[in-house]
C-alpha cells in the first residue's frame, strides 16, 4: 500500500518536473526580435552608462535577450569625451565598446561632428571670438582622429555628421557651416576613413521624409560621392509622432537613400504620444518649453484606446520596413524603456511618454509580438 502511494507521488513529481522543463523549454524557444529579425536587418537600440555598468540590470536582460546591435546614447558625443581642449575622457565611452564586444554586438558610435552636445571652447580663441576656419579644422581633425583611432576595428559604424540639413534641403548654419563652409562635412568623413579605413561611416539625421530634407540629403551625398568620399550609409532618424510622417513619405525617403547606393538604417527610433507645443515638429534638442498639465495627458498611462493606436502605427512602420528589409541594413530603437526615453523630459521636462517597444516595467508591448509574426511571413532576401 505504502509502495502504491510512494509509486502515485512519485509519477505525480515526474509529471510536474515534465511539465515544469517542458514550460522552460517552451520559454527558450519563443523568438526575439533579434531571432526574428537576423535575416531582415540588425535590430540596434541606444544604451547609457547605467545599463553597461549593470546598475540598470532589468534592461540589461532585455538589451542582451532582443538586440543585436548597441549605440552610445550620451557617451561618444563631443562634450562627453572632450569637455576641455586636448584632454578626452574615455571612461565611459570605453565601458561602452568593451560591453557591445563582450556580447558579441555590432557597434555604433554617435556621433563625431555634431552642432548640438559640443564643448563651448570647441569654436571659440582665448580672445573669446570664432576660431578661424584653419583653427576648427584641426580642432575636427584631432578629435575625429583620436576617437575613431581609439576605437579602430572595434566599432563597426560611426555617425560622422548629425543634422546638418534643414527641413528645406538648406545646410544649418551652424558654427562648423559658418567658420568652414559645407566641406566640413566631406573633411569630417575624410578624416574618420583615414582614422579606420574599415569602419562604416553615415550621414545621420531626423525629419528625413520632409521632400526638402530628402532632396537636400540626397544632394549632399551624391557631391560627397563625386569627391570620392566614403559614405557607407545614411541614417533617418524615427523620432515619429501620431501624426508624422505619413507610411507613404517615409517610403519615399527609403526608396530615394537606396537609390544612391548607400545602406539605410532607422535610427533613434521612438513614437511619442503626448502633444507637441509647436507645429514643427522635428528633434532639435535645444528647444524647451515650460510645463503645464495639458502639455502632460497621461501621467498615469496610456488609456487602452491610445495604447491601441500606439501600436497599430508602430506596427505600420515595422511592416513598412520589413517590406524594405533589402535596402535598410538596421532598425535602432532611441532607448530600452519607456522609463527612461529622454521623450520623458524633451521638449517639456516632467512628463510622462510612451514611445519605446517595452515599457516601465520592461515588458515587451503587444507591437513586438506582431513584429515577430510578421518577420516570420517575409522571405529571406
Known sequence: MKYRKLQGLGLIVCLFVSLSVSCKTTAKLQ??????????FLIGVAINTDQ???KDSAAL???????NSVVAENCMKSEEIQPKEGEFDFTKSDQFVDFGQKNHLFIIGHTLIWHSQAPAWLFVGKDGKDVSREVLIERMRKHITTLVGRYKGRVQGWD???EA???DGSFRESKFYK???EDYISLAFKFAHEADPKAQLYYNDYSMAHPGKRAGVVSLIKKLQQLGIKVDGIGMQGHLTMDFPTIGEEEKSIVAFSGLGVKVMITELDLTVIPFPNQDGGADVSMSYKYKNEMNPY?????????TKWNNRMTDFFRLFLKHHDKISRVTLW????GQTWRNDWPIVGRKDYPLLFDRNYNPKPVVEAIIKMAEKVSKP
Do not use: E
Request: aromatic content about 2%.
Open 31 to 40: 523568438p526575439s526580435l533579434k531571432d526574428a529579425l537576423k535575416n531582415k
Open 52 to 54: 553597461v555598468s549593470g
Open 61 to 67: 536582460r532585455v538589451i542582451k535577450h532582443q538586440f
Open 160 to 162: 560622422v555628421v548629425n
Open 165 to 167: 540639413i534643414n527641413d
Open 179 to 181: 567658420i568652414i563652409g
Open 299 to 307: 501621467p498615469d498611462g496610456l488609456p487602452d484606446s491610445v495604447a
Open 335 to 338: 532607448g530600452v524603456s519607456d
